[in-house]
């Protein structure tokens, strides 16, 4: 007799990311069956494996160790996952499904995107509005390539249903019009005079196109072969508006793309499922909320979620170069990846590990205090997270601040042994690249205060007198050293 997947599932708990807990269902114009699978061997170069799977195999994939294969003749999707996962030499098997872009749309109901205030972007583009050394990629129908809030900003990317680079003639024109307004909530052009605003105002905007039906249904395979060519091709920031998020190799793609220095974006669905039967450490999964910080009756949840993002009545671009309000996790889903790409923007030498933190940690909480099932670790915020990438762990402390005394500036959890240099900004704070540390300081026009080198405790200090003539002004004050920074401190002189 056959063992259920669900058996299959306690037997193998080697499972990094779990297999589906029960058989294999279709979901009509969501999911269905292709007639193809994806296998993961637990080892490379197991001899059974490549002598059950070579006959069958369309594609293998050496960064993930997957095979693509046909299902044999006289077996179906069920049977054929518990053949292998019974021999134990697999970490899951599941179908190379038909994927669906997630979020139909509507007709416009805003003349604007109320979104940007829930996220606070305006505050944000105070310190930073632009990306233009960083690529961000979305994986699905195309785009509008004469869009006049896109067109500019895009450089070449790939057809991953034909394997094609666009610049050997990969088409990734919006063959649905799906693709379209994802780039929009991603990278809408700013301050232009024209439409809309994305996330960030100006970035290089990579497609890769995913199908080549009129309905947008790819291949799960191809959503995640485009996912990883982006990742090879330069993109920090890659997302997928797509069904299909429970199935493992959605995990197994995120970590490949974690050790490319990218992050990977997938949307939780918008057929209300819990997905508490699984976690991927990797792929950041994102639910869909309202203009009232709740979360929508449809979005996805579950231990799965990992963060929310507004995904009600987004306004953004559409083919033909016009302007629609459309929901869906489809919507939240790119303007997260947009979110983490002005975090890598804001701090270019950020790990994609250090920019998944900091995603994370500025998230607004908007459910049980930290983490929960329903809000992951909460809605983004941009101005939080472009304020996590110009911060970073050191703390600093600045004593109240007295005209012609003596004030005495010092930091903690620097790194040991270590040169901080203290500095001030009489302007504001900002964004300052500075690439002799390889970091970023939140402060306009700093002017040095002082250097000291921190003790093995990682703690030091610095004493100097406050000028007579400060009284009143206005100071920020930070400590930067190599590689990192610390909280920045306002302080009025008294």
Known sequence: MLLSLATLFFIFPQNQFNVTPNEFVEKAGELEFTGRMIARPVERDLPAVWSRLAPLSLRFIDETNEFIVQLPEGM???????????????????????????????????????????????SAWDLISAASGQIATWVDTGVDHFHPDLAASLIPGYNSADQLEEINGGDTSDINGHGTHVAGCIGAIGNNGVGVAGVVWDIQLMPVRCSNSSNGGAYLSD?????????????????????????????????????????????????????????????????????????????????????????????????????????????????????????????????????QTRLYESCDDLGPVGEDDTYGMGRVNLRAAVGAA????????????????????????????????????????????????????ALLNPQLLGIVTTNAAGVGSYSAQVPAPATGVLLWVQAIAQGTSSNYLERTVQ
């Open 390 to 441: 110009i911060t970073g762990p050191m703390e600093l402390d600045v004593p109240v601040l007295v005209a012609g005394q003596v004030a005495t500036v010092s930091i903690q959890t620097a790194p040991p042994s270590s040169t901080v240099y203290f500095g001030y900004s009489v302007v504001g704070i900002g964004v300052k690249d500075i690439p002799v540390l390889e970091t970023t300081a």
């Open 76 to 122: 179906n999707e069920n049977s054929f996952a518990a053949e292998l996962m019974a021999t134990g030499n697999y970490e899951y098997v599941h179908p190379d499904w038909m994927c669906y872009p997630i979020g139909d749309p509507n007709d416009p109901k805003y003349g604007d995107q109320w979104h940007h205030g829930v996220m606070k972007s305006s």
């Open 223 to 355: 959503i995640l072969d485009g996912a990883r060519w982006a990742a090879d091709n330069g993109a920090k920031t890659v997302s997928a508006s797509y069904s299909g998020v429970e199935n493992s190799s959605v995990g197994t793609t995120g970590t490949d793309l974690k050790n490319k220095d990218a992050l990977f974006f997938y949307a939780a669905g918008n057929s209300g499922d819990n997905w508490s039967w699984f976690d991927y450490p990797d792929t950041i999964v994102v639910g869909a909320t309202t203009s009232s910080d709740v979360i929508t009756s449809w979005s996805g949840r579950g231990l799965a979620l990992d963060l929310v993002a507004p995904g009600v009545d987004i306004l953004s671009t559409v083919v033909g170069g016009g302007y629609q309000a459309w929901s869906g996790t489809s919507m939240a889903t790119p303007l997260a990846n947009g979110v983490a790409a002005m975090i890598f923007a804001a701090n270019p030498w950020l790990s994609a590990d250090d920019v």
